[in-house]
């Protein structure tokens, strides 16, 4: 669990706060998306976690600890960071790079090479790319490094500097529902930064929406999409914020378990109920048969259903 209590920060004595009086409190195995426009001082946030940047004022405990009673460089290998431009070391191997905080930490040769193997795998690129180096991968596939190195030691906390900034936005969409997956299935507490609110939808379990240095609405993405505080939230959200909401819920969560025979069009289990309405509107009709991965017909969804919820 991250606290932050009451946590400012200036940069210049007289200057306005870029961080002010802020306080955040991060359960653990948590993904909380900081969200906000520019200068609102979303990083400023995130670094006084990982101590890149101290506070002026205000305390920061990571599972109890105060950060300042550690030795900033030792705390910050026990802390993932990810950031945009990935920051891999160029003359090293993919191996090399993930392997990087380990061998710091003096892990004997055969644990990080299992360790290697096995986070290799977790970010979905094939062993053989150990042996490359980075000018060798994508900007997709750096991208899966930066996170496989960032979990290498197994951080309890992982900070995300807007992770996905340099990729495409197709690749992007893929990588961002990827990536929800695995640190669901490592139980990190995560921290990400990032000025795009479909991307906090679509990553966090909580959203911090900031302006001018403090928090205006943390919640749930349903909460804030369905229940803005006030008209900042609700402007920054964006006009569409009933449809981002669906892509929240899947079909089968809304689903009839009846078969329809006379439903004409099809969509899959696993859709988003902003697929399911897209679909109805494209077929001109307010109901959908619900298909398996395998094509069979498992239920109905009804345009009453999506919209009722
Ligand atoms: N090293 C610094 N020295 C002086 N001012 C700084 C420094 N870093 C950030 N600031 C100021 O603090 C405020 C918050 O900056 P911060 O980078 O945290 O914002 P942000 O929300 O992450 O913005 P962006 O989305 O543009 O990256 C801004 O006004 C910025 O100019």
């Known amino acids: 669990m991250i606290e932050m209590e009451?946590?400012?920060?200036?940069?210049?004595?007289?200057?306005?706060p870029a961080v002010d009086?802020?306080?955040?409190?991060?359960?653990?195995?948590?993904?909380?998306?900081?969200?906000?426009?520019?200068g609102c001082g979303k990083t400023t946030t995130m670094r006084m976690i990982n101590r890149l940047i101290e506070p002026t004022e205000g305390?920061?405990?990571v599972n109890g600890d105060d950060v300042r009673a550690v030795d900033p460089v030792i705390f910050r290998r026990?802390?993932?960071?990810?950031?945009?431009?990935?920051?891999?070391?160029?003359?090293?191997?993919?191996?090399?790079?993930?392997g990087a905080v380990p061998k710091l930490l003096g892990w004997s040769a055969d644990k990080i090479r299992a360790r290697n193997e096995e986070l290799i795998?977790?970010?979905?690129?094939?062993?053989?790319?150990?042996?490359?180096?980075?000018?060798?991968?994508?900007?997709?596939q750096r991208q899966r490094v930066g996170v496989a190195r960032a979990l290498a030691a197994d951080p309890?906390?992982?900070?995300?500097?807007?992770?996905?900034?340099?990729?495409?936005?197709?690749?992007?969409?893929?990588?961002q529902n990827e990536f929800r997956q695995i640190l669901q299935r490592v139980k990190k507490t995560?921290?990400?930064?990032?000025?795009?609110?479909?991307?906090?939808?679509?990553?966090?379990?909580?959203?911090?929406?900031?302006?001018?240095?403090?928090?205006?609405?943390?919640?749930?993405?349903?909460?804030?999409?369905?229940?803005?505080?006030?008209?900042?939230?609700?402007?920054?959200?964006?006009?569409d914020r009933a449809l981002k909401r669906l892509s929240l819920y899947e079909v089968s969560q809304v689903m009839q378990p009846a078969v329809d025979a006379t439903a004409t069009a099809k969509i899959a289990l696993?859709?988003?109920?902003?697929?399911a309405l897209s679909a109805m509107i494209a077929a001109n009709t307010d109901r959908l048969a619900v298909v398996n991965a395998a094509g069979t017909p498992v239920g109905s969804v009804t345009r009453d259903a999506i919209t009722a919820l």
């Not at 009451?6 to 306005?16: E, G, I, M, S």
């Open 6 to 16: 009451h946590v400012t920060k200036r940069f210049a004595k007289d200057a306005a």
């Open 21 to 38: 009086d802020l306080s955040l409190e991060i359960p653990e195995g948590v993904t909380v998306a900081l969200v906000g426009p520019s």
């Open 59 to 61: 305390r920061i405990t």
């Open 78 to 98: 026990h802390i993932g960071y990810v950031i945009q431009q990935v920051g891999l070391f160029s003359h090293m191997t993919i191996a090399q790079n993930i």
């Open 121 to 140: 795998a977790l970010v979905g690129l094939d062993q053989a790319m150990l042996t490359r180096y980075p000018r060798q991968l994508s900007g997709g």
């Open 156 to 175: 309890p906390v992982l900070l995300m500097d807007e992770p996905f900034g340099a990729i495409d936005p197709i690749a992007r969409t893929r990588l």
């Open 190 to 239: 995560v921290v990400m930064v990032t000025h795009d609110i479909d991307e906090a939808v679509r990553m966090g379990d909580r959203i911090a929406i900031m302006r001018s240095g403090k928090i205006v609405q943390y919640d749930t993405p349903d909460e804030i999409l369905s229940r803005p505080v006030d008209a900042f939230v609700e402007d920054f959200v964006g006009a």
């Open 270 to 275: 696993d859709a988003d109920l902003r697929n």
